[in-house]
């Protein structure tokens, strides 16, 4: 029993961690979830749904979820908090004030996910105020304010979710001041801004990778794409990208490989990092014209959809279509979990379950999602992307937070 003993703890603890999804598009930022045994095809009217919280606030904030809690963001008045919701009965646990209100003619209300790390929650308001609350309450350790930093609020809000490298939380205020900055995530001291990096602000998230023995923090802007040493700040690499209007999806790395996309028939670029940082274009096209709805890379191929051609799947290192499917789902976001790909429409909330194949569409089931919100501005759409989480589905249209089993069991 003493040898066993620290194996099932040990085990406990793997299957627990294995669960979590601590930010936005999980701790490794790939929207892949490693959890196994899901369901592969549903009833007619979807999966069961556990519970509905109808008081999640205003916004498009995500989810994070860490030791059986849902972390999210919403508006309530003319206030952003972060809050906190019981996984396993829907019912909130408590919220906390991360900043004003931000309105704008696509829906107000904040558009972060949350990040948990080492017990404390980290979260950008849409007017780019940073907060660090204890998980377990809320208690608020310390902010600070994108502004002071240099930075402007975008014309849709600050969007990213923080960052967490090491002892360090990463955020992208933008401006004249740098356009990356780090704080000691527990004190709240900035520790270093990226001086010789000045464009503004998009809403992509950084990732963090380790090349070229550094840790790197890649980072997409309207004007370049670049890789920031996550030890002091200095620019490692940056390269031009031509973006419009509003520059959204987070970079995908692999074996010293970027990718990026854009909306607004913007597309896509390649470009590979080199032994001595120097960047090499591999690859630009328009066949992923991904808006918001997010690119994931499974087993060498990207997918995600391309206002050009819909449903998209492409070969990573050469960019190469494999398949393209316009007709049976409209524009949207997509998550990965347990080889397969879950698309939920903007329009309708439709979600749609497919085999992660580069080999062609494969449909396995469909449901709509209800109840949808009569809350949501007229020009706001279903824009929270779905999570998977300990066999759960979460799902968000503003104020109304929806859960379901996918667990298979």
């Known amino acids: 029993m003493t040898r066993l003993a620290p194996l099932l703890s040990l085990t406990l ?37 556990v519970w509905l919280n109808e008081d999640a606030g205003l916004g498009y904030s995500g989810f994070a979820v860490v030791g059986g809690t849902v972390y999210t963001m919403g508006a309530r008045d003319a206030v952003e908090y972060v809050i906190a919701i019981d996984a396993e009965t829907g019912k909130e646990k408590w919220s ?70 090491g002892d360090l939380v990463v955020v992208t205020p933008g401006g004249s001041q740098g356009t990356l900055a780090a704080f000691d995530k527990k004190s709240g001291a900035k520790t270093w801004q990226s001086k010789d990096w000045m464009d503004a602000a998009q809403y992509a998230s950084a990732i963090a990778v380790e090349h070229n023995g550094a840790k790197q ?131 309708t909330g439709t979600l749609v379950l497919i085999a992660a194949s580069p080999d062609a569409w494969k449909e396995k089931a469909r449901f709509t999602l209800s109840p949808q919100t009569t809350q949501r501005n007229p020009k706001g759409k279903v824009w929270t992307h779905p999570v998977i989480s300990g066999g759960k589905l979460f799902l968000r249209d503003q104020e109304l937070l929806s859960c379901f089993d996918v667990s298979g069991k």
């Open 13 to 49: 603890l793997t299957a627990a961690s294995a669960a979590d999804w601590p930010t936005f598009r999980g701790a490794d930022r790939s929207d892949i979830s490693q959890e196994t045994g899901l369901l592969k095809t549903w009833p007619a009217d979807g999966p069961k749904r």
């Open 96 to 165: 906390a004030e991360s900043g004003a209100l931000l309105t704008n003619g696509w829906g107000d209300g904040p558009r972060a996910t949350p990040t948990v790390d080492d017990g404390k929650v980290y979260a950008l308001s849409g007017k780019g105020i940073l907060v660090c609350l204890e998980a377990t309450a809320g208690k608020e350790l310390w902010r600070a304010s994108m502004t002071d930093l240099g930075g402007k609020v975008p014309g849709w809000g600050y969007c990213e979710s923080p960052l967490i490298v």
């Open 217 to 347: 923090i890649i980072q997409l802007t309207m004007k370049s794409i670049a890789g920031v040493n996550a030890a002091n700040g200095d620019v490692l690499w940056r390269t031009e990208f031509p973006g419009k209007t509003a520059v959204i999806p987070t970079p995908i790395f692999s074996a010293g490989q970027v990718f990026v996309a854009a909306g607004y028939g913007v597309g896509c670029k390649s470009v590979k990092i080199g032994a001595d940082n120097a960047v090499s274009d591999v690859y630009a096209n328009t066949d992923m014209v991904n808006h918001h709805g997010g690119v994931i890379l499974h087993e060498g191929h990207l997918y995600g959809y391309s206002d050009k051609g819909g449903w998209t799947c492409m070969d990573f290192k050469t960019g190469e279509v494999k398949w393209q499917e316009k007709q049976a789902l409209g524009k949207g976001a997509i998550h990965c979990a347990g080889g397969m790909f879950y698309l939920l429409e903007e329009n």
